[in-house]
């Protein structure tokens, strides 16, 4: 299936690529960190666990702080798209109500 790329799917496209870069990057850094013994090991096979953990935990905010101007753009686009729902959702109600009460009209009509 193929997605249309929209200005909002490349916004949150290219937000998502950069979270995941500064995670690689924190990744390679703990990593390396870990195995040349500067930071310390996980218990027994929990070592993978450990870097990947402790990437997460160092990118979070990192992510948080370099990344703010890419985040409002991307949730600029969220906001949009979801109130262009909003309406398309309103307007369906106000076309089922319309309908509802033209039939109801309709039958009290023919009941006279």
């Not at 997605?3 to 870069?21: A, D, H, K, Q, S």
């Not at 390396?32 to 090991?41: D, E, K, M, N, T």
């Amino acid at each position: 299936m193929f997605v249309p790329l929209t200005e909002e799917w490349i916004e949150m496209l290219r937000y998502t690529l950069m979270r995941l870069g500064i995670f690689a990057g924190c990744f390679l850094v703990v990593w390396g960190l870990v195995y040349s013994g500067i930071a310390p090991r996980g218990l027994g096979d929990s070592n993978y666990m450990w870097v990947v953990l402790l990437a997460l935990v160092i990118s979070a905010p990192i992510s948080f702080v370099v990344l703010r101007g890419a985040r409002d753009r991307a949730s600029e686009q969220v906001v949009a798209r979801v109130d262009r729902a909003r309406a398309n959702l309103e307007r369906n109600r106000a076309q089922e109500d319309a309908a509802v009460d033209e039939a109801a009209t309709g039958t009290a009509s023919q009941a006279s």
